[in-house]
């Protein structure tokens, strides 16, 4: 149901449904104390974790390995002011197992930058939170 300020919250599932079929998002870290957001292309994984692939050489690596971090994916039309945004909070890690780096260079996602020995980072999916926006009153 829709609440009267023109938005309603989506559940998980709707979430990760939104989520799954979008080929960006945004990292949201900390670079040396201060907020850093990055774009990425990424895939979820079968446990609803955001996976990325990524230099091994990345600022991002060293800065999110470990630690808890969001992650953010939307799409909006500002003709109709609608869209949806989804927001994943949860701690990240590089995946250092040789198995699973084996497995995700076949079916994990690409970088879209060119890369030789790429690394993959996973974002568990601790928290997930979004809402969608119906058109506004005025839209054009």
């Known amino acids: 149901m829709f609440q009267t300020d023109g938005y309603r919250v989506l ?3 709707e979430c990760l449904r939104l ?4 080929p960006v998002g945004r990292v949201v870290y900390t670079r ?4 850093a957001v990055l774009p990425v292309n990424f895939r979820l994984d079968e446990s609803a974790c955001v ?20 992650f953010e994916a939307d799409e909006f039309d ?3 002011r609608s869209g ?7 701690p990240a890690s590089v995946v250092t197992d040789p198995a699973e780096h084996e497995r995700l260079s076949r079916t994990g996602p690409g970088s879209w930058m060119p890369l030789r020995d790429g690394v ?7 928290m997930v939170t979004g809402r969608e926006l119906r058109g506004a009153p005025g839209a054009r």
């Open 11 to 13: 559940d998980r599932q």
């Open 19 to 22: 989520l799954a079929r979008a």
């Open 84 to 90: 949806w945004s989804v927001v994943v909070t949860g």
């Open 78 to 80: 500002a003709a109709t």
């Open 120 to 126: 993959f980072v996973r974002i568990e999916s601790e």
């Open 32 to 35: 040396q104390a201060l907020p």
């Open 51 to 70: 996976l990325m692939c990524t230099s091994p050489a990345s600022d991002l690596v060293r800065a999110v390995d470990g630690v808890v971090v969001a």
